[in-house]
């Protein structure tokens, strides 16, 4: 079963953004600072007080966002980067937060994306590597499905990768899915945790709303339309900004919230469990070695991978689903950069 404590910790909203239990802080770099989503993540974590240092880099625009950002009355130090400058950005950094990478228009799938994102999110993996090869990264850019194993293979060819370091930020599929839950039953988000598996795209994206406390209040048509409603949340913002980008804010939010799960699980919090995409035993029999589910945030990162736990039959239609898509995208990531 889920750990309801830990998850409606990490459902709340902004009161318990930043919720912080320990003295040690960190050194943070946002690469793709200068975007849609890095502006707006760089200030939440700017604001978050387990950041000590802000690091901020971009191949446009970094620096006037990190002279912009460290005006901000918090005690974190900000430094911005411009393109010429990455290794001095990653230098000391212990997590990498990735949103670099071009954004769908209305039309596009995620993977649409996968050519021109896999090789920026290689060669930025590949600086980690040689710079801060022990520091956590976690992945944004999209396709997420194919760009976290791309990450992966390029540490493993590096020869620094430690699955336990590696993260593909799904946060935005759980917030949906708590909000548009609590939409429907009338509840406070914050206490509507919601677990989502899978992957971060259309079919991939597998809500298990069985688990939830109102499992018996939606059902039917209604069910079916929140299951779409998750999966494809993504779309509607793309569609709704009309070709001026996909979700930024509500993902830097998302992105916020994993970076400060982390960095309560790395400061030795204890029973903090998120969804996240992560080097996986779960489905690795089918071929699929990367997956996200509950995921228990610890000193070293990953320090442990929760099962997916009882699915209804209409949740197991939709792993069905979710298992052949995500094995391709992982597959196309993998042979990449092979
Ligand atoms: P954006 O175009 O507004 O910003 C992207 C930034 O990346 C730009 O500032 C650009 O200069 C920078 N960039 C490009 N190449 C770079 C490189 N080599 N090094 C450093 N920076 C580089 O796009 P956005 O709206 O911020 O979205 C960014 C990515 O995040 C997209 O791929 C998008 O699909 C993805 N995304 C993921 C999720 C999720 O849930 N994981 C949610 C929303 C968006
Ligand atoms: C999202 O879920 O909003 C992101 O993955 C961006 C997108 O392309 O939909």
Redesign the pocket.
Known sequence: MLAHTALRNLASPSARLFSSSAARQTKVAVLGAGGGIGQPLSLLLKNDPLVTSLSLYDIRGAPGVAADVSHVDTASEVNGYPADKLDQALEGVEVVVIPAGV??KPGMT?DDLFNTNASIVRDLAAAVARVSPSAHILVIS?P?NSTVPIVASTLEKAGVFDPRRVFGVTT??VVRAQRFLAGLVESDPAKTPVTVVGG??GATIVPLISQTAYAKAVSGEVYEKLVKRIQF???E??KAKDGAG??TLS?AYAGAKFTNALLRGLNGEKGVITPTFVKSPLFADQGIDFFSSPVELGPNGVEKIHPIGPVTAEEQTLLDACLPELKANIAKGKQFVA
């Open positions: 954004p769908r995620r999209n997420v935005l599929d971060h795209s949340g993504g779309d913002v793309v996909s979700a993902m």
